[in-house]
């Protein structure tokens, strides 16, 4: 059984930055795609980043359009975690943020096997 414990959120202030981890354990899913959703009160869980594997070594990475420039998503597959990098954060980025993994690409919210349990995101005005 797949299990997916997020790490790194808090309070931030606008314009600050952010790190969050996500450590899978249960079996290596280095040929997973692993991503982050996010979830604001009152609001429906939305697609923020996924990282999928291509073949090989090759990975790519795609980003919601309200966070591409500011957050950057990545991986250790030799520690079976996936990272989310947040920059310039907004106000609007406050939510509890999950991370997911699945066989297909995570950009389909239908295609998550596995989610974390979140980890909240506070980002003061």
């Known amino acids: 059984q797949v299990q997916l414990v997020e790490s790194g959120g808090g309070l931030v202030q606008a314009g600050g930055s952010l790190r969050l981890s996500c450590a899978a354990s249960?079996?290596?899913?280095?040929?997973?795609?692993m991503g982050w959703f996010r979830q604001a009160p009152g609001k429906e869980r939305e697609f923020v980043a996924a990282?999928?594997?291509?073949?090989?070594?090759?990975?790519?990475?795609d980003y919601a359009d309200s966070v591409k420039g500011r957050f950057t998503i990545s991986r250790d597959n030799a520690k079976n975690t996936v990272y989310l990098q947040m920059n310039s954060l907004k106000p609007e980025d406050t939510a509890v943020y999950y991370c997911?993994?699945?066989?297909?690409?995570?950009?389909?919210?239908?295609?998550?096997?596995?989610w974390g349990q979140g980890t909240q995101v506070t980002v003061s005005s």
């Open positions: 249960g079996r290596t899913l280095s040929r997973d795609s």
């Open positions: 997911a993994a699945g066989s297909g690409s995570v950009v389909r919210r239908v295609a998550v096997d596995y």
């Open positions: 990282l999928s594997w291509g073949g090989g070594s090759t990975y790519y990475a």
